[in-house]
């Protein structure tokens, strides 16, 4: 059985593959590379996935960890924290919506709400790697 405390690590991961794959898809989309980006936007799907389900075992298994920092630190981790947790809320099925307007190539409309989600993804991506980086490594 996996150690609980390798999770948060492994959760960073693969919110930063996930930011990367999320660019390199619409580096891909921008030119015209459609079965590229399909490939690649059904990883960040999958990766994402795999994210989820590590974060809830994670929390099932461990709980949450408090924020050892004070002062403007506090401030800072729990601005980003707040709007990180909203938006992944709110993600999910906005990446649903997208993932399955691109998959019955209903493009206009897969476009349409792609510019949402794309910005909004990634900004949760990249906010998960910067939360777990203010919770777990860096002493305050």
Known sequence: MMDAAVLPH???????I?????????????RKRVAAHRRTMLAAVGTSALFLISYLV?????????FPGQGWPRTLYFSVLIS?????????PLVLVTLAR???????AHRRIARWTLPLWLYVSVTGVIVYWMLYRTEW
């Not at 994670?58 to 408090?66: D, F, K, L, N």
């Not at 691109?102 to 206009?108: D, E, F, Q, S, Y």
Request: glycine share 6%; proline share 2%; charged share 10%.
């Open 84 to 92: 990180h947790t909203v938006l992944a809320a709110a993600i999910v």
């Open 10 to 16: 492994l959760n960073a991961t693969l919110n930063g």
């Open 102 to 108: 691109g998959l019955k190539l209903r493009v206009a």
């Open 58 to 66: 994670y929390h099932v298994q461990v709980g949450s960890r408090p």
């Open 18 to 30: 996930t930011a990367a794959l999320l660019i390199t898809a619409w580096r891909l989309i921008r």
